[in-house]
């Protein structure tokens, strides 16, 4: 089972830049994909981007254009460069396993790590 461990949340102010990294150990991380999800308070967890193994990107809509996410198989790590931020990206951000269903991603591992705070001010 796949345990991932994310870190590089913070407080920025609107139009700042964070860069959140993910580190998953498994065996066959190339081979995966990977997701990032994130859930602000009173609401439901969320996907904002994910990769699959050969390096194809996806991005919700509403982080399309700021976001970035990449991935190191070397390092079995993933990252996600979040650009221009608006306070409503404020939430906690998840990484984990994840694969495209219909117009989005969902991640297939029961085991979600704490995540990561990422606040933006206004």
């Known amino acids: 089972q796949v345990q991932p461990v994310e870190s590089g949340g913070g407080v920025v102010q609107t139009g700042g830049s964070l860069r959140l990294s993910c580190a998953a150990s498994?065996?066959?991380?190339?081979?995966?994909?990977m997701g990032w999800f994130r859930q602000a308070p009173g609401k439901e967890r969320e996907f904002v981007a994910g990769i699959i193994f050969n390096g194809n990107t996806y991005y919700a809509d509403s982080v399309k254009g700021r976001f970035t996410i990449s991935r190191d198989n070397a390092k079995n790590a993933v990252y996600l460069q979040m650009n221009s931020l608006k306070p409503e990206d404020t939430a906690i951000y998840y990484c984990?396993?994840?694969?495209?269903?219909?117009?989005?991603?969902?991640?297939?591992?029961?085991?979600w790590g704490q995540g990561t705070q990422v606040t933006v001010s206004s």
């Open positions: 984990n396993t994840a694969r495209p269903r219909g117009s989005t991603w969902y991640s297939q591992n029961d085991y």
């Open positions: 498994a065996r066959t991380f190339s081979n995966i994909g």
